[in-house]
Structure formats: structure tokens, C-alpha cells
């Protein structure tokens, strides 16, 4: 039978991957923002289109079930339904885009896209 003092660490051998990550809000925007695409969402180009279609979807919550009517357009979301990452061409499609509320995109939306639904 081995003795315990035989056996190797590993816990030690694995490198943390949380102390990469910013721990204020600030850096880990800046940290978040360095990827160019990300830019997008502050031209004026993206407010009209965000605003384009929150009027299309009548500032309705288009997510199955909820409907929810939001007349205060910092409570909704344009969302593109199909995560367009980096793709320029997706990322404007207006057919990709839909009207989500604030509670619907940042949890049922969010846990979708994490279990790859």
C-alpha cells in the first residue's frame, strides 16, 4: 500500500484562472471592450438600428411567454438571436435582431446561449 507522502500534489500544478480576470468593474469593461467588435454597440449607427427595431417589435418582449410592454427603452434589449460573434455582416442583419426585456435576455436568454440551445 502507497503512503500518502508518496503521492503528488496537483492542486498546486494548476494555474487559477480567476486572477486574470479584472476585479473592478472599469477594468473589466476595458478589459471586455478590447475586442473590436464590441465597439459597434457605441456608434450612432447601432442606436438607430437598437431603436429600429425596439419600434418594429412595438417595445414588446418577443421572447415565447413573456410580452411583457416596456415604454422605458433602457429596460429593453436588442438582441441578436443568432450570437453574431465578430461577424459584421450578422451583426447589422436586421433579421437577426429581436426586442427582448432586461429580466428575459440577462437570464433565460443567457442560460440558452451558455447550454448551447
Known amino acids: 500500500m ?4 508518496s503521492l503528488r500534489p496537483r492542486l498546486g500544478t494548476l494555474r487559477p484562472r480567476l486572477a486574470d480576470l ?6 473589466f469593461d476595458r478589459h471586455r471592450d478590447q475586442r473590436g467588435w464590441r465597439k459597434w454597440y457605441k456608434t450612432a449607427r ?14 414588446t418582449c418577443q ?5 411583457r410592454v416596456e415604454a422605458d427603452t433602457s429596460l429593453l434589449v436588442a438582441d441578436h438571436r443568432e ?3 465578430g461577424d459584421e455582416a450578422l451583426f447589422w442583419d436586421e433579421r437577426n435582431l429581436w426586442c427582448l426585456c432586461k429580466p428575459c435576455h440577462d437570464s433565460r436568454k443567457q442560460r440558452e446561449e451558455r447550454s448551447g440551445g
Open 2 to 5: 502507497a503512503k500518502l507522502t
Open 22 to 27: 479584472p476585479t473592478d468593474r472599469q477594468s
Open 46 to 59: 447601432w442606436q438607430r438600428l437598437r431603436m429600429a427595431i425596439l419600434r418594429r417589435d412595438l417595445f
Open 63 to 67: 421572447w415565447r411567454g413573456c410580452g
Open 83 to 85: 450570437p453574431h460573434r
